[in-house]
DNA sequence: ATGGCTACGATCCGTAGA
């Protein structure tokens, strides 16, 4: 089973290119991140005729989440509890036998901002939702767009980003508070190149240079960490014309 | 290099992303 997760940035806008990678790809449950677009104007009919049942939660302009998978998602829940905030950034569901968390972890702007001091909150409230699901269901995947580069591995220039957002030690400390409740990072379950990045600014030739930060992420629990067998950063969507600025990540599990 | 690019919803510029 492959497991993938992607910021699309606008799911309507890039259409062409999700439709064509996952025919390529072949996921068989995929987490979309920053769709952009209300759920009445969500492309489920053309993903439908690809193949996906989908699960979505968006709104206008900004944020929104979405599951696709090759079944029905089911016992779908929007959101965290006791943080309804509006902000469509959570989705879970249930899908061949996992339950399945798709995130999209706010940005944080800059470090000391409002808008870093709601990351942090909301990274808390996140791991007691997800500590609440992981009671529940021992097949737990955590998979979106963390706002997150973990260590000085995941960024480009890590002494330019030094303490900077997206590398700052809270933000840091709040990732690991994730995997201390017993999820795997499923990219540091292999060997990888060195300089793996997820995301690369559109602007200044970042891609060219590979001047990027690792922020995606798939997160396992235990049970589903012993069925990985791979997991890997696909570039090819980054390389195509009118990109995403971020590539997908694939994890691949073996059958229970 | 404090810009540079892209998407959005609003107009032809501001907000946000990371």
């Known amino acids: 089973m492959r497991i993938a997760t992607w910021n699309v940035n606008s799911v309507r806008v890039r259409l ?6 996952l025919a390529r790809a072949a996921p068989d449950i995929v987490c979309l991140q920053e769709t952009k677009c209300e759920d009445a104007r969500f492309p489920r009919a053309e993903l439908e005729a690809a193949g996906y049942r989908c699960a979505f939660a968006g ?8 599951i ?6 089911a ?15 959570v989705l879970a569901a249930s899908v061949a036998g996992a339950r399945v968390v798709c995130v999209y972890c706010p940005n944080g702007q800059a470090v ?9 909150a909301w990274y808390a409230a996140l791991k007691d939702h997800l500590a609440a699901e992981l009671a529940r269901h021992r097949a737990l995947v955590v998979a979106g767009d963390f706002n997150v580069a973990p260590e000085d591995r995941d960024v480009h220039d890590p002494a330019a980003r030094e303490g900077e957002i997206h590398c700052s030690a809270p933000e840091r400390a709040a990732w690991r508070a994730l995997l201390a409740l017993g999820l795997e990072d499923a990219f540091r379950l ?13 602007r200044a030739g970042a891609l060219r240079r590979n001047a990027g930060l690792r922020i995606d992420h798939i997160l396992l629990s235990a049970p589903l960490a012993r069925r990985c067998t791979a997991c890997s950063i696909d ?3 980054r ?15 073996a059958a229970a």
Not at 16 to 21: F, G, I, M, N, S
Not at 75 to 89: L, M, S, V
Not at 239 to 253: E, G, I, T
């Open 190 to 202: 292999f060997p990888q190149p060195e300089k793996s990045y997820t995301w690369w600014d559109y």
């Open 59 to 66: 709104e206008r302009a900004y944020n929104g989440v979405a």
């Open 235 to 237: 570039l090819a969507p």
């Open 16 to 21: 062409v290119q999700l439709l064509e990678w």
């Open 68 to 73: 696709l998978a090759r079944e029905d998602p």
């Open 75 to 89: 016992d779908i829940q929007e959101g965290i509890g006791g943080f309804a905030d509006g902000q469509k950034r």
């Open 112 to 120: 000391g901002s409002d808008k870093y001091r709601y990351k942090l």
């Open 239 to 253: 390389k195509l014309a009118r990109p995403s600025d971020h590539a997908p990540v694939l994890a691949d599990l």
